[in-house]
Nanobody
């Protein structure tokens, strides 16, 4: 069973930055499109950023210019660099394939003064 382990979340003030990390146990990792998803309280989970095996990236409109997704295939890691954080970015962030399979625990990001 594929496992994803996310880390790096926390409490940050508006305008601050965080870097999320995700470790994977998946085989042939470099072949998969990976994504970062988030789920805010009372809302559906949404895909906020994805990166293909070739390194092409896409972002949902609300995070464009603020978030950057990257990957290290040798380490089977995917990262989400988040800048200029807003209170509306508060959510549990999870990584997964695109489309997703089984979920890990995720990491909580709270943006508040």
């Amino acid at each position: 069973q594929v496992q994803f382990v996310e880390s790096g979340g926390g409490l940050v003030q508006p305008g601050g930055s965080l870097r999320l990390s995700c470790a994977s146990s998946v085989s042939f990792y470099s072949l998969w499109t990976m994504g970062w998803y988030r789920q805010a309280p009372g809302k559906q989970r949404e895909l906020v950023a994805r990166i293909t095996s070739g390194g092409s990236t896409n972002y949902t409109d609300s995070v464009k210019g603020r978030f950057t997704i990257s990957r290290d295939n040798a380490k089977k890691m995917v990262y989400l660099h988040m800048n200029s954080l807003k209170p509306e970015d508060t959510a549990v962030y999870s990584c997964n394939f695109v489309p997703p399979t089984n979920w890990g625990q995720g990491t909580q990001v709270t943006v508040s003064s």
